[in-house]
């Protein structure tokens, strides 16, 4: 398995990506609404990237079939991947949005949940308990500890609270190019997989249903789906492993912590 071990510039830069990341996701958080629609998110997004950041949207046009638009927006059941459309939010949505920035000939890759106007208690704890989730697997990131460490870590989080873990889609390094080795699994067993070595970049991206983990995927190709219509949840940070942990470099500038 061919993993890049970034050098210090190169980490650097993915700073800064990551930056720019956290910031979309921050300017997106007042715009979200009842009555706004995923496609009006997915131009606020698309303008911010390319004509405040200066970069682009690596999401556009990514992948066969072709991605049509700047950013992911998955509502309610939607697991991950979900098209922006003309379909507006409603009081009570859950809502995960995806950005990626291509700039300078590197990536920086986040998602967050975001609650449209009310949600319901039973809504807030899946949310809750992903970033949990996610925050314990980030907890098992140092030099010398195993890709399984990771997915256990998340795996323990979500299913000691009665959910799931989606296993088909997963994190993954990320740099110069957008996916990259390895793939992070969000379920696994402690003490198996490779070894992190620092200086290693890559995303933990859990994906927890409220019912089971099965799926499926719509005609599109990209939208993806709870088989059985309960809830997901998704939030994405991408980190640095160091020889003592790691560095989280998707860290909101607005609230200054993940």
Not at 134 to 163: F, H, K, P, S
Request: proline residues 5%; hydrophobic residues 35%; glycine residues 10%.
């Amino acid at each position: 398995m061919n993993i890049i071990i970034k050098t210090p510039e190169e980490i650097q830069k993915m700073r800064e990506l990551g930056r720019l990341a956290a910031e979309a996701l921050d300017y997106i958080e007042d715009f979200v609404k009842p009555g706004i629609t995923t496609n009006e998110i997915n131009h606020l997004i698309h303008d911010f990237q390319t004509q405040v950041q200066g970069g682009y949207p690596a999401p556009l046009h990514y992948g066969n079939p072709p991605f049509p638009k700047s950013c992911c927006t998955s509502v309610n059941h939607v697991i991950c991947h979900g098209i922006p459309d003309d379909k507006p939010l409603k009081n009570g949505d859950i809502l995960n949005i995806d950005v990626t920035i291509r700039k300078d000939g590197f990536h920086g890759d986040s998602s967050r949940m975001y609650a449209v106007g009310n949600i319901s208690p039973i809504a807030k704890r899946l949310i809750d308990t992903t970033h949990a989730s996610m925050m314990a697997g980030i907890g098992a990131v140092r030099a010398g500890a195993t890709l399984g460490d990771i997915g256990y870590a998340c795996q323990q989080v979500a299913e000691n609270a009665g959910y799931s873990v989606v296993q088909e889609f997963c994190g993954h390094g990320i740099g110069r190019d957008f996916h990259e080795n390895p793939q992070i699994l969000h379920y696994g067993k402690k003490g198996q997989g490779i070894k992190l070595q620092s200086g290693m970049i890559f995303t933990i991206e859990p994906m927890i249903n409220q019912g089971k983990r099965h799926l499926r995927i719509l005609a599109d190709g990209w939208t993806v789906v709870t088989k059985d219509r309960s809830l997901s949840a998704q939030w994405e940070h991408e980190v640095l492993v160091t020889d003592t942990g790691c560095e989280i470099l998707t860290v909101s500038p607005k609230y200054g912590k993940p």
